[in-house]
C-alpha cells in the first residue's frame, strides 16, 4: 500500500514539474509573440487560459498511469495552479489572493480528473 502511495505521489510530483515547465516556457513565448506583433491585452487572459489546459494535460498525460488516473489528475490540476501561480507572484512581484484564484484551483482540477480520464482511455487500464 505505502508503495502505491509513493508511486502516485511521485507520477503527481513529475507531472506538476512537466506542467510548470511547460506554462513558463509557453508563457515567455507568449510574451515574446505579444511584444513582436502588439497583441492586444484583452487575449491574455484567455490565451493564458488555454496555457495552463495544454500544460495540466501534458502534465497527466506523460507522466501519469491509468490506475487511479483521475484523481492523481485531479490533484496534478491542483498542484499545477497554485505552483504556477506561486511561480509568477514571486517574479511579479506581488501576491494577491481572491475569487479568481479559487475558480483557476477548480479550473485544473476539472481538467486535470479530464486528462486522467483521457489518459485512461489512451494508454489503456493495468
Same mark, same amino acid.
Given at each position: ?53 495544454? =500544460?495540466?494535460?501534458? @502534465?497527466?498525460?506523460?507522466? #501519469? ?7 492523481? *489528475? !485531479?490533484? %496534478? &490540476? +491542483? ?14 512581484? =506581488?501576491?494577491?489572493? @481572491?475569487?479568481?484564484?479559487? #475558480? ?7 481538467? *486535470? !480528473?479530464? %486528462? &486522467? +480520464? ?9
Amino acid at each position: 500500500m505505502q508503495s502505491d502511495m509513493s508511486r502516485a505521489a511521485v507520477e503527481v510530483g513529475k507531472s506538476i514539474g512537466v506542467a510548470a515547465v511547460f506554462t513558463l516556457a509557453a508563457v515567455l513565448i507568449f510574451a515574446l509573440l505579444i511584444k513582436i506583433f502588439s497583441i492586444g491585452s484583452s487575449i491574455i487572459v484567455p490565451v493564458n487560459q488555454v496555457i495552463k489546459m495544454l =500544460a495540466v494535460f501534458l @502534465g497527466c498525460f506523460v507522466c #501519469l498511469r491509468p490506475t487511479r488516473a483521475v484523481l492523481k *489528475g !485531479a490533484v %496534478s &490540476g +491542483i498542484g499545477v495552479i497554485l505552483l504556477t501561480y506561486f511561480l509568477f507572484a514571486v517574479i511579479g512581484g =506581488a501576491i494577491s489572493f @481572491g475569487w479568481g484564484n479559487i #475558480l483557476d484551483i477548480v479550473f485544473g482540477a476539472i481538467v *486535470g !480528473a479530464i %486528462s &486522467g +480520464i483521457v489518459c485512461t482511455l489512451v494508454k489503456g487500464k493495468s
